[in-house]
């Protein structure tokens, strides 16, 4: 079946650091990935997402490039700030899995000043 | 502004009892889903529906039971046979084109007195 795999956190940093949170995936079919963020007490955001092959999703410094060959849609900014701090999760659907969404466990962010 | 509402934010439950989470969109979505969070950990799919008066059970849903009457409405009862109730929910909606993302609700804490 569909699975996502996120690297363990916490992650801290400090601020302004270079961030990366592995994510690699295993999914039958053509899946679309997404990065979620969560803040504490609140529901999920959708950060960015890529539908195909080599898309590259970005917003608010976020990237992450969808690579087929690698099975991985790793989520990086070039310079972190305590506002980051959160939970991202890394999640992919597929209409071979009916459109739902399969979640990775979620990395902790912490960023101090 | 459109969006998902979930009410109410913090919920109590005595033993025995069922309680009725409440889940309204206005975007006009034909799917949406129900997921319980517990700390530390990813989330999981109780119930989704993909039309009206019709829905699946998720990974989850034993003690869980759902309705979807109405295409803005998707409530989500935990009944006295859910024997660990404390969780975070979250309800999410998404669009019934391919490839596109589900937006989420801010959340329920459900606690037991």
């Known amino acids: 079946g569909n699975s996502v795999t996120q690297m363990e956190g916490p992650v801290t940093l400090s601020e302004e650091a270079f961030l990366t949170i592995n994510c690699t995936y295993t999914?039958?079919?053509?899946?679309?990935l997404f990065w979620y963020v969560q803040y504490p007490g609140e529901g999920l955001q959708l950060l960015l997402k890529a539908t195909k092959a080599d898309d590259k999703g970005s917003n608010k410094g976020f990237e992450a490039t969808y690579r087929k060959e690698t099975t991985s849609f790793h989520l990086e900014k070039g310079s972190v700030q305590v506002s980051d701090s959160a939970v991202y999760f890394c999640?992919?659907?597929?209409?071979?899995?009916?459109?739902?969404?399969?979640f990775g466990a979620g990395t902790i962010l912490r960023v101090k000043s | 502004d459109g969006g998902i509402t979930q009410s109410p934010k913090y919920l109590f439950r005595k033993e025995g009892q069922n309680v009725t989470l409440s889940c309204e969109q206005n975007l006009n979505h034909d799917a949406m889903y129900w997921y319980r969070q517990d700390p530390g950990q990813g989330l999981r799919l109780i119930y989704y529906s993909q039309i009206v008066n019709d829905f699946q059970k998720g990974d989850i849903a034993e003690g869980y039971s759902v309705s979807r009457e109405k295409k803005e409405s998707f409530p989500l009862t935990v009944t006295s046979a859910q024997k660990n109730p404390t969780a975070f929910y979250l309800c999410?909606?998404?669009?019934?084109?391919?490839?596109?993302?589900?937006?989420f609700g801010d959340g329920t804490r459900l606690s037991i007195l």
């Open positions: 999914a039958t079919g053509y899946p679309s």
């Open positions: 999410a909606s998404r669009s019934g084109v391919s490839n596109q993302p589900q937006h």
């Open positions: 999640a992919l659907s597929s209409m071979e899995y009916g459109n739902k969404l399969v």
